[in-house]
């Protein structure tokens, strides 16, 4: 298997029928080794002979435009301050958050506790730069959540490449989820495809 940079987005995967064979690790195969060349990774041979999907797959048509509902803390800064400008993808950025280069956004004149947060959760960091949780990212934040990316939309963190651009778009809870459903249909269009390919 030949392994080449990648045109467009930051990862890919690779999935065997039955997964890889691993190791258990505290009851989770999962390997956090980077792949090195002439490295091995065993599975159990499968009886199906090799397919390809040859059309197109559009997933994410608009990559660079995030889906946001209106965070715990929007009201702590002024109206409309989030989408008023392109915000550009930090080297700095990992699984953990993508953080984002702009103008800074007015900082509000007063903190919060920690609390909560969850994938997706926009954060203004006290230089009023804002950080997006990505799915490795912690459980607790002290800072203010400005907004939160859609489930729809989360996909597309994992895939934006350092000085790419990146713009907001406030929907509606209603809005969010035919998006999410709309996503989900095409998934499942796609799963059926490969099954009968």
């Not at 091995?40 to 999907?53: D, K, N, S, T, Y």
């Not at 889906?67 to 080297?91: I, N």
């Not at 713009?167 to 799963?191: C, G, H, I, M, P």
Request: with cysteine.
């Amino acid at each position: 298997m030949r392994l080449g940079s990648a045109i467009e987005g930051m990862r890919a995967y690779l999935c065997v029928f039955g997964g890889f064979q691993t190791p258990f690790v505290l009851g989770s195969q999962s390997g956090f080794e980077p792949l090195r060349a002439g490295m091995q990774l065993h599975f159990v041979p499968g009886i199906l002979e090799r397919r390809f999907i040859r059309d197109a797959f559009a997933w994410n048509l608009e990559p660079m435009l995030l889906h946001v509902l209106d965070g715990p803390q929007a009201d702590w800064f002024p109206t409309d301050c989030l989408f008023e400008q392109e915000y550009k993808v930090s080297s700095s950025s990992n699984r953990m958050g993508l953080r984002l280069l702009s103008g800074p956004l007015p900082l509000p004149a007063r903190e919060l506790l920690s609390e909560p947060v969850a994938p997706g959760a926009v954060q203004v960091a006290r230089d009023g730069q804002c950080i997006i949780l990505g799915m490795d990212g912690q459980t607790i934040g002290g800072y203010p959540k400005i907004a939160h990316v859609i489930s729809a939309d989360l996909d597309k963190l994992a895939q934006l490449r350092p000085g790419e651009g990146v713009l907001f778009q406030r929907v509606s809870l209603e809005e969010a989820e035919t998006l999410l459903l709309s996503k989900q249909a095409e998934l499942r269009q796609w799963l059926a495809r490969l099954g009968l390919a």
